[in-house]
T-cell receptor
Framework: AQSVTQLGSHVSVSEGALVLLRCNYSSSVPPYLFWYVQYPNQGLQLLLKYTTGATLVKGINGFEAEFKKSETSFHLTKPSAHMSDAAEYFCAVTPRGYSTLTFGKGTMLLVSP | DGGITQSPKYLFRKEGQNVTLSCEQNLNHDAMYWYRQDPGQGLRLIYYSQIVNDFQKGDIAEGYSVSREKKESFPLTVTSAQKNPTAFYLC????????????FGSGTRLTVV
């Protein structure tokens, strides 16, 4: 079985500061990894995904994530936070050969002026 | 534009009633999914379907039922057997094939009154 752990249910940063949201996973086979963003009372929007190839993945809105197999991690970063980044972020995993995603419990990003 | 439409956006149910949540997609995706979202719990899989007239239980299927009579439609019925139905329900779809990720609808918020 696979699982996802997101460290920190809430992360607070100042506008312009580095954003780091942590995600660790467990999977019995090599995984596909995803980050999604959710604004209040809306569905989830895909930020980026890792399937194969380059371990540093760039996504929308300036976000990127690095797949580190040795650390079983897929942390999400953005060099400079913007007020519009305030939302909830979900990390998800699916082992290769499977079709359903397993989600973490989410991290709420708070951005202060 | 292609996408997933969930209706209604807000739904109120009296205890003991069954209610059906609608999910329609025009993305020509084969697979469709229902997730339940509760604060601090992330997303939990209720049911999924990879092909018309076939579906599988997810992690929390008890008290729910689904049908997949058309490729475009995957309605979810919350039955009176579901003891704690108040939640945000999200429908998603994906192409078959690994690593494709999901496209989400905007969700239905169900409240028991």
């Amino acid at each position: 079985a696979q699982s996802v752990t997101q460290l920190g249910s809430h992360v607070s940063v100042s506008e312009g500061a580095l954003v780091l949201l942590r995600c660790n996973y467990s999977s019995s086979v090599p995984p596909y990894l995803f980050w999604y963003v959710q604004y209040p009372n809306q569905g989830l929007q895909l930020l980026l995904k890792y399937t194969t190839g380059a371990t540093l993945v760039k996504g929308i809105n300036g976000f990127e994530a690095e797949f580190k197999k040795s650390e079983t991690s897929f942390h999400l970063t953005k060099p400079s936070a913007h007020m519009s980044d305030a939302a909830e972020y979900f990390c998800a995993v699916t082992p290769r050969g499977y079709s359903t995603l397993t989600f973490g419990k989410g991290t709420m990003l708070l951005v202060s002026p | 534009d292609g996408g997933i439409t969930q209706s209604p956006k807000y739904l109120f149910r009296k205890e003991g009633q069954n209610v059906t949540l609608s999910c329609e997609q025009n993305l020509n995706h084969d697979a469709m999914y229902w997730y339940r979202q509760d604060p601090g719990q992330g997303l939990r899989l209720i049911y999924y379907s990879q092909i018309v007239n076939d579906f599988q239980k997810g992690d929390i299927a008890e008290g729910y039922s689904v049908s997949r009579e058309k490729k475009e439609s995957f309605p979810l019925t919350v039955t009176s057997a579901q003891k704690n139905p108040t939640a945000f329900y999200l429908c998603a779809s994906s192409i078959t094939g690994e690593g494709s990720g999901y496209t989400f609808g905007s969700g239905t918020r169900l409240t028991v009154v």
